[in-house]
């Protein structure tokens, strides 16, 4: 154990490795907070190069540039309220909120403390209970997945802050939306009016580019220049972090644990967990109703969730070779091709090349902060220019962005029209984050019941049989009918208490 | 490296005012390439078919001198990049990577590209499909489970390993049929890929898949599933335990899914002739064998004339399997 320790400290200190991580840093950290370019390209684009590095350095690029890509979504989420990622899109109005009320420093430097935090609870669950987790993941048949996604777009009317109605409409918006393209269950083509473009369907990445980007800057156009903040030098960024730590460890933990476990399912990965960390803190908290303006607890929450899950969502693709998502799909690639086959075996006869992984995640992590930091003091000047210099380049970069995904102008094209829908809807008080979320859980929701039925020969049954599939389903059912059951008990108790009065 | 790109500039425009001065044209040939060259990939970059063509676009740039410039035209199933390296003006300056995929589309209607709208290359992969069970399976040899298949009522057994329609689908379809069974003999659970679905094996939500070694590999190691059999002429040389299809069964079955590197339809045949002889190169080379190797890919060699044989028969083979698993609208 020592010895595999020593000899996996050997293989990080070499300067290859150590320039590597830190190119791969910086780089994860400037694509991560572009609005348009989002972490799993940062991570495609990392392929060819890590081509011509050493097995560890190759790996070490992949593993810092996702990691920072991750946490620096958050920085155009909270600046500019255009989320950089899915997983940051849960708390952007959120954080956003809190730039508006002055405390940018404080929601940003939440996200970088608790995201590293979330990342080494993430490492220290791979290191210790990969095995366990594994077993976790492996229990996890297409039964248990429909209700874990099903549980997940629950999340959409917990966390809109609008009325609930609006909010399992742009919900229902986003499923819609899921099903365009033949990449469903049946293959069939659906609603792409014979264009070929459509075959694919709509990703989640340029639709959450152009609801969130491209309407803010059409709302910008329209609106009037916002009072200017307070114009003053930042304060500092880990300042009263420490006291967050200690006065929300048990939000942090909790976001912590349901990341490290929503991490391990294969397919699920960190946008899930921040969306179920953040639906948690406010369901759970003591006082949901500061939700929304801008109140940190949310945020300390979802960022340790979806940090957690990027280092636990490499437990299934190291020992079983399944992605937990598609930056570990990508990291798959890379690893076969360095010749560390996943699998049990890495862990036995490559065991010194594991804990050099391991130690990466962990030096990955800690240097977020110092370089996090650094990051967030240059973004600060946006705050500063004027809108009308900042919005021309937030939409060159979503055009460049979305051209890139596919190097074809049909990127360009469906980030354009989600931003028009999303600025319908969101002036009409429909929240675009659900229909965000809708499009990210739709294909999964539609995917696990249909095949889940296929295999069943239609009995719905099994979706109860099976004991996690039923816990889940208690779960979601509970959740389902909890406001409904609050309702009727009012109506109750109400004439009841008016009775009383009257009399 | 100036001074290389001036060596190369003289010597083409020396060969063009050759050619113009005698109408000799292969001097033209001579002179490919010229300038950078595009090479199309119809899927995401990260992924393996991306893999293969960078690699041999890196090789190629060694061999050739030029620039050989992957980009990724993903979308649309693979339609879109498909249509681009066949759209694209037959000048050498384009070319790309076609998948297995281009022999099934046009059947489910979705596009009229066919393999014979291409100049074809050179084949350079082929991965054929394994059968796995789950390791708590009770079938032990690929030959007691399909008597159980044979035995029990159509659609009793799962199987997955990608979409419907996709590949591995007609892997099983194609192998049904040879044992004489009806297409749905086996219910076809569609999934995202294979990694899911060799997921879901080890959940035991299936009875078989029937993906490719390599995507089943790292379940197989972890001692959570077996390979039955594949469906190959010859064994793999990774899992030398696994038998084929014929020594198993005595069914002479085989497909697999394969990636070769074709132009546009009407290619100049002394630059098509170059780029062969360069993509034999690459494929001779320890680096492009190491390199297949250690993603657990297969390497198989095909010249032009190879390759168009063998895109005509695989999409002959892949008409019969749609029409019979009822996926073809032509």
Same mark, same amino acid.
């Given at each position: 154990?020592?010895?595999?320790?020593?000899?996996?400290?050997?293989?990080?200190?070499?300067?290859?490795?150590?320039? &590597?991580?830190?190119?791969?840093?910086?780089?994860?950290?400037?694509?991560?907070?572009?609005?348009?370019?989002?972490?799993?390209?940062?991570?495609?684009?990392?392929?060819?190069?890590?081509?011509?590095? &050493?097995?560890?350095?190759?790996?070490?690029?992949?593993?810092?540039?996702?990691?920072?890509?991750?946490?620096?979504?958050?920085?155009?989420?909270?600046? %500019?309220?255009?989320?950089?990622?899915?997983?940051?899109?849960?708390?952007?109005?959120?954080?956003?909120?809190?730039?508006?009320?002055?405390?940018?420093?404080?929601?940003?430097?939440?996200?970088?403390?608790?995201?590293?935090?979330?990342?080494?609870?993430?490492?220290?669950? %791979?290191?210790?209970?990969?095995?366990?987790?594994?077993?976790?993941?492996?229990?996890?048949?297409?039964?248990?997945?429909?209700?874990?996604?099903?549980?997940?777009?629950?999340?959409?009317?917990? #966390?809109?802050?609008?009325?609930?109605?609006?909010?399992?409409?742009?919900?229902?918006?986003?499923?819609?939306?899921?099903?365009?393209?033949?990449?469903?269950?049946?293959?069939?083509?659906?609603?792409?009016?014979?264009?070929?473009?459509?075959?694919?369907?709509?990703?989640?990445?340029?639709?959450?580019?152009?609801?969130?980007? #491209?309407?803010?800057?059409? *709302?910008?156009? %329209?609106?009037?220049?916002?009072?200017?903040?307070?114009?003053?030098?930042?304060?500092?960024?880990?300042?009263?972090?420490?006291?967050?730590?200690?006065?929300?460890?048990?939000?942090?933990? *909790?976001?912590?644990?349901?990341?490290?476990?929503?991490?391990?399912?294969?397919?699920?990965?960190?946008?899930?967990?921040?969306?179920?960390?953040?639906?948690?803190?406010?369901?759970?908290?003591?006082?949901?109703?500061?939700?929304?303006?801008?109140?940190?607890?949310?945020?300390?929450?979802?960022?340790?969730?979806?940090?957690?899950?990027?280092?636990?969502?490499?437990?299934? &693709?190291?020992?079983?070779?399944?992605?937990?998502?598609?930056?570990?799909?990508?990291?798959?690639?890379?690893?076969?091709?360095?010749?560390?086959?996943?699998?049990?075996?890495?862990?036995?006869?490559?065991?010194?090349?594991?804990?050099?992984?391991?130690?990466?995640?962990?030096?990955?992590?800690?240097?977020?902060?110092?370089?996090?930091?650094?990051?967030?003091?240059?973004?600060?000047?946006? %705050?500063?220019?004027?809108?009308?210099?900042?919005?021309?380049?937030?939409?060159?970069?979503?055009?460049?962005?979305?051209?890139?995904?596919?190097?074809?102008?049909?990127?360009?094209?469906?980030?354009?029209?989600?931003?028009?829908?999303?600025? #319908?809807?969101?002036?009409?008080?429909?929240?675009?984050?659900?229909?965000?979320?809708?499009?990210?859980?739709?294909?999964?929701?539609?995917?696990?019941?249909?095949?889940?039925?296929?295999?069943?020969?239609?009995?719905?049954?099994?979706?109860?049989?099976?004991?996690?599939?039923?816990?889940?389903?208690?779960?979601?059912?509970?959740?389902?009918?909890?406001?409904?059951?609050?309702?009727?008990?009012?109506?109750?108790?109400?004439?009841?208490?008016?009775?009383?009065?009257?009399? | 490296?100036?001074?290389?790109?001036?060596?190369?500039?003289?010597?083409?425009?020396?060969?063009?005012?050759?050619?113009?001065?005698?109408?000799?044209?292969?001097?033209?040939?001579?002179?490919?390439?010229? *300038?950078?060259?595009?090479?199309?990939?119809?899927?995401?970059?990260?992924?393996?078919?991306?893999?293969?063509?960078?690699?041999?676009?890196?090789?190629?740039?060694?061999?050739?001198?030029?620039? =050989?410039?992957?980009?990724?035209?993903?979308?649309?199933?693979?339609?879109?990049?498909?249509?681009?390296?066949?759209?694209?003006?037959?000048?050498?300056?384009?070319?790309?990577?076609?998948?297995?995929?281009?022999?099934?589309?046009?059947?489910?209607?979705?596009?009229?590209?066919?393999?014979?709208?291409?100049?074809?290359?050179?084949?350079?992969?082929?991965?054929?499909?394994?059968?796995?069970?789950?390791?708590?399976?009770?079938?032990?040899?690929?030959?007691?489970?399909?008597?159980?298949?044979?035995?029990?009522?159509?659609?009793?057994?799962?199987?997955?390993?990608?979409?419907?329609?996709?590949?591995?689908?007609?892997?099983?379809?194609?192998?049904?049929?040879?044992?004489?069974?009806?297409?749905?003999?086996?219910?076809?659970?569609?999934?995202?890929?294979?990694?899911?679905?060799?997921?879901?094996?080890?959940?035991?939500?299936? @009875?078989?898949?029937?993906?490719?070694?390599?995507?089943?590999?790292?379940?197989?190691?972890?001692?959570?599933?077996?390979?039955?059999?594949?469906?190959?002429?010859?064994?793999?040389?990774?899992?030398?335990? #696994?038998?084929?299809?014929?020594?198993?069964?005595?069914?002479?079955?085989?497909?697999?899914?394969?990636?070769?590197?074709?132009?546009?339809?009407?290619?100049?045949?002394?630059?098509?002739?170059?780029?062969?002889?360069?993509?034999?190169?690459?494929?001779?080379?320890?680096?492009?064998?190491? =390199?297949? &190797?250690? *993603?657990?890919?297969?390497?198989?060699?095909?010249?032009?004339?190879?390759?168009?044989?063998?895109? @005509?028969?695989?999409?002959?083979?892949?008409?019969?399997?749609?029409?019979?698993?009822?996926?073809?609208?032509?």
């Amino acid at each position: 154990m020592l010895k595999t320790l020593i000899d996996a400290f050997a293989l990080i200190s070499t300067w290859e490795v150590i320039i &590597s991580i830190f190119a791969a840093s910086v780089y994860g950290l400037v694509i991560g907070s572009l609005p348009g370019l989002s972490a799993t390209m940062a991570t495609a684009l990392l392929v060819p190069v890590t081509f011509y590095l &050493s097995p560890i350095a190759a790996i070490a690029t992949i593993v810092a540039a996702s990691s920072m890509a991750i946490f620096s979504g958050d920085i155009p989420g909270a600046l %500019l309220r255009i989320p950089g990622t899915p997983a940051s899109a849960a708390y952007a109005d959120e954080a956003y909120a809190m730039t508006r009320k002055g405390q940018a420093e404080l929601a940003l430097g939440a996200g970088v403390w608790f995201s590293a935090v979330g990342g080494i609870a993430g490492v220290l669950s %791979l290191m210790i209970l990969a095995p366990p987790l594994a077993e976790i993941a492996l229990s996890f048949s297409t039964f248990e997945y429909f209700w874990l996604a099903l549980l997940g777009l629950m999340c959409a009317t917990l #966390v809109a802050r609008s009325s609930p109605v609006k909010a399992i409409a742009g919900m229902f918006i986003g499923l819609l939306v899921a099903c365009i393209g033949i990449e469903n269950p049946g293959g069939i083509p659906r609603f792409t009016f014979g264009l070929t473009d459509l075959f694919g369907g709509i990703e989640p990445i340029p639709a959450l580019v152009g609801v969130f980007a #491209v309407a803010q800057v059409m *709302r910008a156009m %329209l609106a009037p220049e916002p009072p200017p903040l307070p114009r003053r030098k930042f304060g500092s960024i880990l300042a009263g972090q420490w006291r967050l730590t200690k006065l929300y460890h048990w939000q942090m933990t *909790r976001g912590n644990i349901v990341g490290i476990i929503i991490g391990v399912l294969p397919g699920a990965g960190a946008d899930m967990a921040a969306w179920v960390s953040y639906a948690m803190s406010k369901r759970f908290s003591k006082e949901p109703e500061k939700f929304g303006t801008g109140h940190v607890e949310g945020l300390v929450e979802a960022g340790a969730s979806n940090n957690a899950s990027i280092a636990s969502g490499w437990v299934p &693709s190291l020992l079983f070779g399944i992605p937990g998502d598609t930056i570990a799909a990508i990291a798959i690639g890379v690893l076969y091709m360095k010749g560390l086959n996943p699998g049990p075996t890495l862990f036995t006869e490559k065991a010194s090349s594991m804990y050099a992984i391991y130690l990466m995640f962990i030096i990955a992590n800690i240097m977020m902060i110092p370089l996090g930091i650094a990051m967030i003091r240059v973004a600060a000047y946006i %705050l500063l220019a004027p809108r009308a210099a900042i919005m021309p380049v937030i939409m060159l970069c979503c055009a460049v962005g979305s051209f890139a995904i596919g190097n074809n102008m049909f990127g360009v094209v469906t980030v354009a029209a989600f931003g028009v829908i999303g600025y #319908v809807m969101e002036t009409n008080g429909y929240p675009v984050a659900a229909m965000v979320l809708g499009i990210v859980m739709g294909t999964m929701v539609e995917q696990s019941f249909v095949t889940s039925l296929i295999k069943s020969d239609g009995s719905i049954l099994p979706f109860f049989e099976r004991p996690v599939a039923a816990i889940l389903a208690a779960m979601a059912i509970g959740a389902l009918l909890w406001p409904v059951m609050v309702w009727v008990w009012r109506k109750v108790k109400r004439p009841q208490a008016a009775a009383a009065t009257s009399r | 490296m100036s001074k290389i790109s001036r060596r190369t500039f003289a010597a083409s425009s020396a060969a063009v005012a050759a050619s113009a001065a005698f109408g000799f044209k292969p001097a033209l040939a001579q002179a490919y390439p010229a *300038r950078p060259v595009t090479v199309i990939v119809p899927w995401g970059a990260g992924g393996g078919t991306d893999a293969t063509a960078r690699i041999v676009a890196a090789l190629l740039e060694k061999d050739l001198g030029q620039p =050989f410039n992957v980009v990724n035209r993903t979308g649309g199933s693979g339609v879109v990049g498909h249509s681009a390296i066949a759209t694209a003006q037959p000048d050498g300056y384009t070319i790309g990577m076609l998948t297995v995929e281009i022999s099934m589309m046009h059947w489910q209607g979705l596009t009229d590209l066919t393999p014979k709208s291409y100049t074809p290359l050179a084949l350079m992969n082929e991965d054929p499909p394994g059968i796995q069970v789950s390791s708590s399976s009770p079938y032990k040899t690929v030959k007691e489970l399909a008597d159980a298949i044979k035995a029990a009522p159509p659609g009793k057994f799962k199987a997955s390993g990608t979409g419907q329609g996709g590949i591995w689908h007609l892997a099983l379809v194609g192998w049904m049929q040879a044992m004489g069974l009806p297409a749905n003999q086996v219910a076809w659970v569609p999934s995202n890929g294979a990694a899911p679905a060799m997921q879901d094996l080890a959940a035991g939500g299936l @009875d078989l898949t029937t993906c490719s070694v390599p995507e089943a590999r790292a379940i197989i190691e972890a001692g959570k599933a077996r390979s039955l059999a594949i469906m190959a002429p010859a064994r793999n040389p990774i899992f030398k335990d #696994v038998p084929t299809l014929k020594e198993a069964m005595g069914i002479d079955y085989a497909t697999g899914a394969w990636r070769g590197i074709a132009g546009p339809k009407n290619l100049p045949p002394e630059i098509a002739t170059k780029l062969t002889a360069a993509l034999k190169k690459v494929y001779d080379s320890a680096e492009y064998k190491d =390199f297949m &190797s250690n *993603r657990g890919f297969g390497t198989v060699w095909g010249d032009a004339a190879h390759f168009a044989g063998f895109m @005509d028969k695989g999409d002959a083979q892949m008409g019969e399997a749609m029409k019979a698993a009822g996926l073809s609208k032509a």
